[in-house]
């Protein structure tokens, strides 16, 4: 193995934002992105952010990062992020992670990847697996590695596929098979971390952001093969709206039905919200044919879908993921 260097062929910098469905209770500004009105939709949530409602906050961090109804400011989207992730806000954290990453502050990126991932993000868990492949901030474990990447590609995400392959022809198949093992682990751990954060969002509590000064990090030298790795580029979380949505599909038969488990698509405290999510989801076949569930929990309404199997449920969330929704696996 030596000292050799694995290159992936993977585009360095900051790509283009994937658009994906999301929504958030600044239901104006919300609407006024929706229609294309992107100044308006600016205008309504520097309003509520001045009120201190993180949604809004993390909305226009998201306008600043894609140019929209605002001349395009990385630095400024960063900030709103960061400013969001300290009010509690999840989705703000992990993307604030990422572009400190993106940017060369790995140290700095390292708590927030850590709890991005623990949540079972696979754009966190990727970057994390190459870090504990490399001994890269964190010490060399090529189980863990492999753990992680493994989790990162079963939702989907491009790179780890990449990664794996590479990762194969270093790591020994005994480590290789532990860290399937692992994978299946650190999996139903995270589903419950999202549960549990769920029912934290729910109940108004707000969730601890990730502190990097908790978190002190030494680089241990680099020995053996080294990874080249490139950040995935951070999809939009499900609180704003990036573009119109395209026409759904219509709905096809699905064979996993009439089981016990739901999925938990968002919790909202606006039910015109979660009615237009589930506009959107409805017609993709990891929802087609399932019946629509609101849980309502206080002042909020969970918009779930049943009639999983647990597997079933797991897959149909990996999917949903990979494509930009957020997604929790229940049992009823």
């Known amino acids: 193995?030596?000292?050799?260097?694995?290159?992936?062929?993977?585009?360095?910098?900051?790509?283009?934002?994937?658009?994906?469905?999301?929504?958030?209770?600044?239901?104006?500004?919300?609407?006024?992105?929706?229609?294309?009105?992107f100044t308006s939709a600016v205008k309504f949530w520097e309003i509520e952010a001045a009120k201190g409602d993180s949604?809004?906050?993390?909305?226009?961090?998201?306008?600043?990062?894609?140019?929209?109804?605002v001349k395009q400011d990385l630095a400024k989207a960063e900030a709103l992020f960061a400013q969001a992730a300290a009010a509690g806000h999840l989705q703000a954290a992990d993307n604030y992670g990422l572009l400190l990453f993106q940017r060369g502050e790995r140290a700095k990126a390292l708590p927030y990847l850590r709890a991005a991932a623990d949540r079972g993000d696979p754009r966190a868990q990727y970057l994390l697996g190459i870090m504990h492949f490399n001994g890269e901030l964190v010490p060399k474990d090529w189980v863990r590695a492999y753990a992680l990447v493994t989790l990162a590609q079963q939702q989907g995400l491009p790179q780890a596929g990449s990664a794996m392959t590479?990762?194969?022809?270093?790591?020994?198949?005994?480590?290789?098979?532990?860290?399937?093992?692992?994978?299946?682990?650190?999996?139903?751990?995270?589903?419950?971390?999202?549960?549990?954060?769920?029912?934290?969002?729910?109940?108004?509590?707000?969730?601890?952001?990730?502190?990097?000064?908790?978190?002190?990090?030494?680089?241990?030298?680099?020995?053996?093969?080294?990874?080249?790795?490139?950040?995935?580029?951070?999809?939009?979380?499900?609180?704003?709206?990036?573009?119109?949505?395209?026409?759904s599909p219509a709905p096809r038969p699905v064979a996993d039905s009439g089981g016990t488990w739901r999925i938990q698509l968002g919790a909202f405290g606006q039910p015109a919200n979660a009615n237009a999510l589930w506009a959107k989801v409805?017609?993709?076949?990891?929802?087609?044919?399932?019946?629509?569930?609101?849980?309502?929990?206080?002042?909020?309404?969970?918009?779930?879908?049943?009639?999983?199997?647990?597997?079933?449920?797991?897959?149909a969330c990996g999917k949903l993921k990979a494509a930009g929704y957020t997604c929790v696996a229940v049992a009823s």
């Open 282 to 315: 409805k017609g993709r076949p990891e929802v087609a044919g399932h019946a629509r569930i609101d849980v309502r929990a206080g002042a909020v309404t969970k918009l779930q879908a049943g009639g999983y199997s647990p597997a079933g449920a797991q897959a």
């Open 55 to 69: 949604d809004a906050v993390f909305n226009l961090g998201q306008a600043y990062k894609l140019g929209k109804g």
């Open 166 to 247: 590479q990762m194969n022809e270093f790591i020994p198949i005994e480590q290789r098979q532990q860290g399937v093992q692992l994978a299946g682990e650190l999996a139903s751990q995270a589903d419950a971390t999202r549960a549990r954060q769920l029912a934290a969002v729910d109940l108004g509590t707000q969730v601890p952001a990730a502190n990097p000064a908790a978190t002190p990090v030494t680089a241990p030298p680099m020995r053996g093969p080294v990874v080249a790795v490139a950040t995935p580029a951070p999809t939009p979380p499900p609180r704003a709206v990036v573009t119109p949505p395209k026409p």
């Open 1 to 37: 193995m030596g000292r050799k260097k694995i290159q992936f062929a993977l585009a360095l910098g900051l790509a283009a934002i994937l658009a994906a469905p999301a929504w958030a209770d600044t239901k104006a500004g919300v609407d006024a992105w929706t229609h294309g009105d």
